[in-house]
């Protein structure tokens, strides 16, 4: 039978002495399978992973499966309970601007940890004792760094929120982060390393990320192992650590519907078949894959209400119109073109995430697409 153990992590005191908590779930199978750690609404808006987890969680309950699965739904309470009116605020640190999503370390280079030590005294060991004796070094790294910014008060909302996940995540072989966009499809962001596993986690559209470091969960996550392997490499033992790392966009931010989440909870089901979790036979399925350097943020040439004229996830071609922005500071001109501007694509591309509203400044952020590499 499966166990359910649950823990509850102070998070942030409130003025009036109350607490934020975070609540990791873990559910564990039978022994033999991989670790796995999956987090929602790191981003307080982005609810949907919630609904995901919920759904995961209904199943792994009873379902038979190897290994353990750690969960952390609400992973960022106080960006969450962040509204403004009916909206909330919950992609950026309302106090830092920072992005909730940018803030996480790359443990080895930010420490300026040498590997060398390491990887000399395991160098003949097997690939499960070296994963298994990393991710106690992990571990043991983060709790000396929290000692550290604690004795000096150098913990913040940023870093400790990000520390607490990144400590958690540690002892995992799996990571997935669960996202969505303001306004937007289904997407996957995939590091290099992990891109051949991505057609059986069914997203239609695949950004590749490379083997560098910008701040995000799952890069955090990866380059710690990417500084292993090529340790590795210079003292003469070629290895590939079976680590994977995702982010997955579901949809658009502020909903949260059980009935979609049973749909999206398959293609996680389907990836935890393929890698031998859960009993079954994965089914791979092809996607569209660009290179994170090709996914494009198109700013707002114009300010004033814009009828968007491309669906979500489709595709347009260089010189069609992406929407139609209209000012009405010129109603009263005959010529059209002085009230009606076209927002005209310049590249065949994909529309990936739009902007929520129609209400839109001068120079904001208007669509991210993929645009397609061989243009």
């Not at 823990?7 to 934020?20: D, S, V």
């Not at 799952?218 to 003292?235: Q, S």
């Not at 694509?345 to 061989?374: H, R, T, W, Y």
Request: glycine share 6%; proline share 4%; hydrophobic share 35%.
């Amino acid at each position: 039978m499966n166990i359910l153990k649950k823990e509850k992590i102070p998070l942030k005191e409130l003025i009036g002495g109350a607490q934020h908590f975070l609540y990791k779930y873990t559910i564990t199978g039978s022994s033999g399978g991989p670790k796995v750690y999956i987090q929602a609404s790191l981003h307080g808006g982005e609810l949907q992973g919630n609904a995901v987890i919920l759904s995961l969680m209904e199943d792994l309950k009873h379902l038979p499966f190897k290994g353990s699965v750690i969960f952390i739904p609400l992973s960022n309470p106080y960006a969450t309970n962040n509204k403004l009116g009916k909206y909330t605020f919950g992609r950026f640190n309302p106090n830092t601007g920072d992005n909730w999503n940018r803030n996480f370390i790359d443990l080895i280079s930010s420490k300026k940890i040498n590997l060398t030590g390491f990887c000399r005294r395991y160098l003949k060991e097997s690939e499960a004792t070296i994963r298994e004796k990393f991710q106690d070094f992990l571990s043991k790294e983060f709790k000396k760094l929290e000692i550290q910014l604690q004795s000096n008060n150098e913990l913040h909302d940023n870093n400790k929120l990000n520390l607490i996940l990144q400590k958690a995540s540690c002892s995992a072989d799996i990571i997935l982060d669960l996202h969505t966009g303001p306004s937007a499809t289904e997407y996957l962001y995939c590091a290099t390393r992990s891109i051949d596993e991505a057609q059986h986690l069914h997203f239609k559209h695949v950004l590749e990320v490379d083997h560098e470091f910008a701040g995000a969960m799952d890069e955090a996550t990866f380059m710690p192992w990417v500084h292993l392997e090529e340790t590795f490499e210079r003292l003469g033992r070629k290895i590939s650590f079976n680590f994977h790392s995702f982010t997955l966009e579901l949809e658009s931010e502020e909903g949260f519907s059980l009935s979609m989440a049973r749909m999206q909870k398959d293609k996680i089901l389907n990836y935890f078949k393929y890698k031998k979790i859960i009993p079954g036979k994965s089914s791979p399925k092809p996607y569209i894959k660009e290179h994170l350097s090709n996914y494009i943020t198109i700013f707002s040439p114009h300010s004033g209400l814009i009828d968007y004229q491309v669906d979500l996830g489709k595709s347009f071609k260089k010189g069609d119109i992406l929407g139609t922005i209209y000012q009405f500071h010129n109603l009263e001109k005959t010529d059209s073109t002085k009230y009606q501007l076209p927002v005209i694509a310049a590249f065949d591309g994909i529309l990936i995430n739009k902007c929520p509203s129609s209400a839109i400044q001068q120079g904001m952020e208007l669509f991210q697409v993929m645009k397609k590499s061989n243009n």
